[in-house]
Structures are given as C-alpha cells and as structure tokens.
C-alpha cells in the first residue's frame, strides 16, 4: 500500500528555518515525482516545489530563493527545506506522488497528483 507521512513542522519564528520530510513506502520511490503542496486556511491549494525522477526541479515563484527541495531514494524521503520563513508560509504542508512515464518533467498543480500524505502543519509566528 502507497503511503507518504510528512514530519517535520512546527512553530518557527520569522526569518527561521525547516526542513520538512515526505517519507513514502509501498513504491518504487524513484520512479515517482514528488510535489509539495500547502494550503493556508481559507485559501486554495497550493504548489510550492516538485522534484522529478529524473530530479528536474521546479519551485512557485512565490517560494524561489528560500524553498529547496531534494530526495534520497536510498532513504525514499524527499527534503523540503525552508528558509528565512515569512507570516505567509503558515499553512499545513503536503507532499503528494504520482507515477511518471517521463525523467523530466515536474508540475505543481494538484490534479497530477494520485497520492497524498496526511501533511504537516507549519506556522510562523512571532
């Protein structure tokens, strides 16, 4: 059975850091791509960061310079680091799967995706 069980949130500061983890099972974990998503309350659901098979990766423009994403098959964990963290990243984070016929190619749009995980909630506070 195909699981991912995201780990890592927390109460942050602004200007902190994190790094949330996506730990999947039940798959080949190196033939999926893997996005990140967070969705603030109120708000729609939104992609942040993906990372492909192939480790194609592509991130929001809201996110560019502060988020990182990065994988270790051999661990079947995929990183999610945040930096210099704002008010507005307060959201619950989800990373999600989805099989690929393609190396290359990423997307940050939910429907690609078959396979969530129960998400993290991240919070940013003074």
């Known amino acids: 059975q195909l699981q991912l069980v995201e780990s890592g949130g927390g109460l942050v500061q602004p200007g902190g850091s994190l790094r949330l983890s996506c730990s999947a099972s039940?798959?080949?974990?190196?033939?999926?791509?893997i996005g990140w998503f967070r969705q603030a309350p109120g708000k729609e659901r939104e992609g942040v960061s993906c990372?492909?098979?192939?480790?194609?990766?592509i991130h929001a423009d809201s996110v560019k310079g502060r988020f990182t994403i990065s994988k270790d098959n051999a661990k079947n964990t995929v990183y999610l680091h945040i930096s210099n963290l704002k008010p507005e990243d307060t959201a619950e984070y989800y990373c999600?799967?989805?099989?690929?016929?393609?190396?290359?190619?990423?997307?940050?749009?939910?429907?690609?995706?078959?396979?969530w995980g129960q998400g993290t909630q991240v919070t940013v506070s003074s």
């Open positions: 999600a799967a989805t099989a690929v016929a393609t190396l290359y190619t990423c997307s940050l749009t939910a429907a690609d995706y078959n396979y």
């Open positions: 039940g798959f080949i974990f190196r033939t999926y791509r």
């Open positions: 990372i492909s098979p192939g480790e194609t990766i």
